[in-house]
């Protein structure tokens, strides 16, 4: 079942983050981690969330994307984003491709 790692943002230093954009992506690949989305246009419905920037990584199930967040590739990584940016991560579980509804929550 697939995974996503969903980045709130709200960027401080832009140089510093580019150079954490350019290490974190380049700690996907050994994971097999893909952004789907990065930056896109998006506008807050309802709730408690106002970053300026979100980011979506997909992952192929939820221990790979914990072993990527757990991995010395991302966790030198973790200081340059912490400096350049107010951020939260969060972990979700995404449904089975042959799921049609969801899990109740």
Do not use: C
């Not at 996503?4 to 690949?29: G, P």
């Not at 097999?32 to 300026?52: S, Y």
Request: net charge neutral.
């Amino acid at each position: 079942m697939p995974a996503y790692v969903i980045a709130y943002l709200q960027v401080t230093d832009q140089k510093a983050f580019d150079t954490y954009r350019k290490a974190a992506f380049s700690s996907f690949a050994p994971y097999g981690a893909k952004p789907i989305v990065v930056d896109g246009r998006f506008e807050v419905l309802e709730g408690m969330v106002n970053p300026r920037s979100v980011v979506v990584v997909q992952f192929e199930d939820i221990e790979t994307a914990r072993r990527w967040y757990a991995s010395p590739e991302y966790a030198k990584t973790i200081p340059l984003r912490q400096q350049a940016a107010e951020s939260s991560l969060i972990l979700v579980e995404g449904l089975a491709a042959a799921e049609s509804t969801p899990r109740g929550g």
